[in-house]
């Protein structure tokens, strides 16, 4: 079976709880990240639906700007992906 074929009949559960597919996934053209966005790919990296390399690839993202993303989930939950909010977090 063909490996593309399984990822788009295969999904996760979002930050949210509500199933996720690679078409549920942000355009790759996103210039303005809100939380949930940052909280849709974290989860579609973490729950296996794309890889970190595709991610970065995909969004033109740094390894180190996903990676703060998921250490701002992890430790301050969603509320620690705004971007204005990074300072109080601190």
């Known amino acids: 079976m063909n490996n593309s074929y399984m990822k788009k009949d295969c999904y996760i559960l979002g930050p949210d709880s509500i199933p996720i597919t690679i078409a549920d996934l942000p355009p790759s053209n996103t210039k303005r990240w809100v939380i949930r ?9 973490d729950g ?8 970065c690839k995909r ?3 740094t390894v180190e700007e996903f990676m703060s993303w ?15 909010r990074i300072q109080y977090y601190r």
């Open 37 to 45: 966005r940052k909280a849709i790919v974290v989860a579609a990296i």
């Open 59 to 61: 969004y033109t993202l």
């Open 48 to 55: 296996g639906l794309i890889s970190l390399d595709e991610a």
């Open 70 to 84: 998921q250490h701002s989930i992890e430790t301050y939950g969603l509320p620690g992906l705004r971007t204005t």
